[in-house]
Nanobody
Framework: QVQLVESGGGLVQGGESLRLSCAAS????????MGWYRQAPGKQRELVAI???????NYEDSVMGRFTISRDNSKNTVYLQMNSLKPEDTAVYFC?????????WGQGTQVTVSS
């Protein structure tokens, strides 16, 4: 059973930065896709960024140029560097990984950006 453990959330002021981490354990398969989603109160969960095993990335339009996703395959870990944070980035951030034919979610970490 794959388990994902997230860390790095918190409360910051607008314009500041945070770095989220998500480490996977228990996978017997190579992890193909790694990504970050977020869910703000009263809204649906949305994709923030994804990265393939080959390093190709894709970002949601509102975070492009401010957020950077990266991965360390040796550690089965995905990161999300978030710069120039805005109040509208406030949400619970979830990591997601796809290993073999199965997808897994992290427990979520709260990011709050004050104005």
């Amino acid at each position: 059973q794959v388990q994902l453990v997230e860390s790095g959330g918190g409360l910051v002021q607008g314009g500041e930065s945070l770095r989220l981490s998500c480490a996977a354990s228990g996978s017997d398969f190579s992890i193909n896709l790694m990504g970050w989603y977020r869910q703000a109160p009263g809204k649906q969960r949305e994709l923030v960024a994804i990265i393939t095993s080959g390093g190709r990335t894709n970002y949601e339009d509102s975070v492009m140029g401010r957020f950077t996703i990266s991965r360390d395959n040796s550690k089965n870990t995905v990161y999300l560097q978030m710069n120039s944070l805005k109040p509208e980035d406030t949400a619970v951030y979830f990591c997601r990984m796809v290993a073999g034919t199965k997808g897994y979610w992290g427990q979520g970490t709260q990011v709050t950006v004050s104005s």
